[in-house]
């Protein structure tokens, strides 16, 4: 089965197993969208790898500034990811914002063209690696609001906005990136389950289906609400299709992916920080990296289907996952 029906539209059923994930209605089945085929290997680090081949984005913009100054370099990273075995390219659309771009004193036009570009780039990079055959897809990432302030807001949530303003800022961006084509939205490093309400909300109708991840601490969110109550958000939302944790530390993995399942029933995604930490009094990542091989076969046991690495997980970390996945992971993971 293809992992896209018809219209070319992203369908986990043919993403994840050959039984069907979506209901007759088009609705996403949890029960039979996932059989012993295995995982799905996420990228990585998109700004870390472009740092590692000599980019500066200490930028307000962060690595969305190449859409405008270096687009080559961007798709060179999402064609290193694939060719370390990942099958998802997570776009450089994180901080990319109408906002951000207008302070740089560019028009809404020139904005939209942007985001277009960092699906495209994506795209391209996928169609250079086709030959070999391997189904590919492209995540539109959707950062938090706090994403774009440049000040941390994103890792700690309570913005003072009310859940219809936060629906009503993320939507013109969601509308730009669901018209460009990707294949999913990944709305990604969620600090809040307020801001997840207004996301859900504003992705209903744009007919593309999306995954939900938050930054965690523990069993709560950066904002400080239990996981259980957070991942129950997405629950009822037919168009996530997945849900999890990402940009947190290796430790709240395997917790998260129990309490995920636990309160969704939807298929778990994980892609953490490669152990390191953030000292945001140096702006520099501090202590070793911490991501072993094992790791993923253990999270793969644990329940979690799409995995991949989020800061500091560069594409050789991929490739050893993917190794990893491929070597390790049982026969039967239900």
């Known amino acids: 089965m293809s992992a896209f029906d018809s219209p ?71 064609r290193a990811f694939f060719a370390a075995g990942a099958v998802v390219a997570t776009t450089a659309s994180y901080q990319a914002s109408f906002d951000g771009f207008t302070s740089r004193g560019l028009s809404r036009a020139e904005s939209v063209g942007l985001l277009r570009r960092s699906v495209r780039l994506a795209q391209a990079a996928r169609d250079e690696v086709a030959a070999d055959g391997t189904r590919r897809w492209v995540a539109a990432s959707v950062g938090p609001y706090g994403a774009t302030l440049a000040d941390g807001s994103e890792y700690r949530g309570r913005y003072g906005l009310t859940v219809a303003e936060l629906t009503d800022w ?13 294949d999913l939205l990944a709305l990604e490093t969620l600090p809040d389950a307020d801001e997840a309400e207004a996301l859900t909300a504003a992705i209903a109708g744009l007919g593309i289906p999306a995954w939900l ?6 069993d709560r969110t950066r904002a400080g609400q239990p996981l259980a109550e957070a991942f129950a958000v997405a629950a009822d939302v037919p168009e996530v299709v997945a849900v999890g944790v990402n940009c947190c530390t290796l430790a709240d993995v395997e917790p998260a ?41 253990r999270w793969a046991a644990a329940g979690a289907r799409m995995i991949g690495g989020c800061c500091r997980v560069l594409p050789d970390d991929i490739a050893a996952m993917q190794a990893a996945l491929t070597s390790d992971v049982p026969s039967d993971l239900h």
Request: aromatic share 8%.
């Open 170 to 182: 993320h939507r013109p961006r969601l509308e730009v990136l669901a018209e460009a084509g990707p």
């Open 213 to 218: 991840s938050y930054t965690i601490a523990g």
């Open 257 to 297: 992916i129990a309490i995920a399942r636990a309160a969704t029933g939807k298929p778990v995604i994980v892609y953490p920080n490669n152990g390191q930490e953030w000292d945001a009094r140096r702006r520099a990542w501090v202590g070793e990296a911490q991501l072993s091989a094992g790791l993923p076969a």
């Open 8 to 78: 070319g539209v992203f369908d986990a059923a043919g993403a994840f197993d050959a039984a069907g994930a979506f209901d007759a209605a088009g609705a996403f089945d949890a029960a039979g969208a996932f059989d012993a085929a295995g995982v799905v290997v996420l990228d990585g680090g998109l700004a870390t790898a472009l740092e590692a081949r000599g980019h500066d984005l200490s930028d307000d913009l962060w690595s969305a500034r190449l859409l405008l100054d270096e687009p080559a370099e961007i798709e060179a990273v999402h």
